[in-house]
């Protein structure tokens, strides 16, 4: 438990920016088993004000298939629920800091399989930005080593989108619209400070243009 979130998040390994303000840090877990065979594992993380729950099994040493170096692997069922992913996404250099963007709620639950080398994100189902999503995602290490954040693959699905909300997945978070001001005249948050190369295939069943036009 600390005041420092992104502190919290690179003792962990990740890569963070150096920010405050980001609320609160507090990670619990409970372990049953044995390190080398396997453990039953829960955890339930506060991070930047989004909420993580994870209930599955800490795999044991897993061998790497091309080095044989045997390395930790977990898999289970993962939740999200945030009011603003925002502030954990700054910490941890997906997007630039920015006072004024809109919030991102999120509440979403996927299979999640992580090691060492990789993640994966499979079944994902929920909401994000208050719109209906389904698909998987998975990050690993690019083949050429050129980008020390891996590549990000995967698809997304989503039932129904703003066009506002589309532009937001590709050019970043907007600022808050104000009162009677069209999306378009929103200004975009900056860019991302350190992002993975992506390659993510997105299916909409419902684009919705303006307030009166929609396509299919």
Do not use: C
Request: proline residues 6%.
């Amino acid at each position: 438990d600390t005041a420092d979130t992104p502190m919290l998040l690179r003792q962990l390994g990740l890569e963070t920016l150096p920010l405050s303000n980001m609320g609160r840090g507090r990670i619990a877990v409970s372990l049953a088993g044995g390190f080398e065979s396997g453990m039953k594992t829960q955890i339930d993380a506060q991070l930047a004000g989004s909420n993580f729950i994870f209930d599955g099994a800490w795999a044991g040493l897993v061998h790497n298939s091309s080095t044989q170096t045997p390395h930790p692997q977990m898999s289970g069922k993962l939740m999200l629920r945030s009011g603003n992913l925002n502030p954990l996404l700054q910490a941890l250099a997906y997007i630039a800091p920015d006072p004024t963007a809109a919030a991102l709620p999120a509440d979403l639950s996927a299979n999640l399989l992580l090691s060492s080398e990789m993640w994966r994100l499979e079944n994902i189902f929920g909401t994000l930005a208050g719109a209906p999503v389904s698909g998987e995602l998975k990050q690993a290490p690019k083949s050429d080593g050129l980008q020390n954040r891996g590549l990000l693959t995967g698809r997304l699905n989503f039932d129904r989108l703003s066009f506002a909300q589309l532009a937001s997945l590709a050019l970043g978070v907007p600022q808050s619209l104000k009162p009677g001001a069209l999306w378009s005249d929103q200004k975009l948050a900056l860019g991302l400070a350190n992002p993975p190369e992506t390659q993510i295939d997105l299916t909409i069943a419902r684009l919705d243009l303006l307030s009166d036009l929609q396509a299919q």
